[in-house]
């Protein structure tokens, strides 16, 4: 089992910046690889990053490349999103998600692979 937290959310403005961080509980956290999904209301969740176990495989959707990155330290059982020069439309409710990997490099957009999630943080960037 892991229980995961996440944190950081909150109103910015287009063009700011959020920290959004996830707290890992419950288990080996190197054993397990991460994601970053969000959901706005009336759409799918989708991927937003994903990072291998190690950290040193990352992912990224098109439409926050440039922009996000997906870090972790193991040492302290995280998980963090930087998101800079945020638009309206990252706003959403983000989750954090995690799934046992058998390799130290994979990553996955899929949320059907994960099988621990966090209870989400709203992000609103106004225009």
């Known amino acids: 089992q892991v229980q995961l937290v996440e944190s950081g959310g909150g109103l910015v403005q287009a063009g700011g910046s959020l920290r959004l961080s996830c707290a890992a509980s419950g288990r080996t956290f190197s054993s397990v690889a991460m994601g970053w999904f969000r959901q706005a209301p009336g759409k799918e969740r989708e991927s937003v990053a994903s990072i291998s176990r190690s950290g040193t495989s990352t992912a990224y959707a098109d439409s926050v490349k440039g922009r996000f990155t997906v870090s972790r330290d193991n040492a302290q059982n995280a998980v963090y999103l930087q998101m800079n020069s945020l638009k309206p439309e990252d706003t959403a409710v983000y989750f954090c998600?995690?799934?046992?990997?058998?390799?130290?490099?994979?990553?996955?957009?899929?949320?059907?692979?994960?099988?621990?999630w966090g209870q989400g943080t709203q992000v609103t960037v106004s225009s």
């Open positions: 998600a995690a799934r046992t990997a058998l390799t130290t490099y994979s990553t996955s957009s899929y949320s059907s692979a994960y099988d621990y």
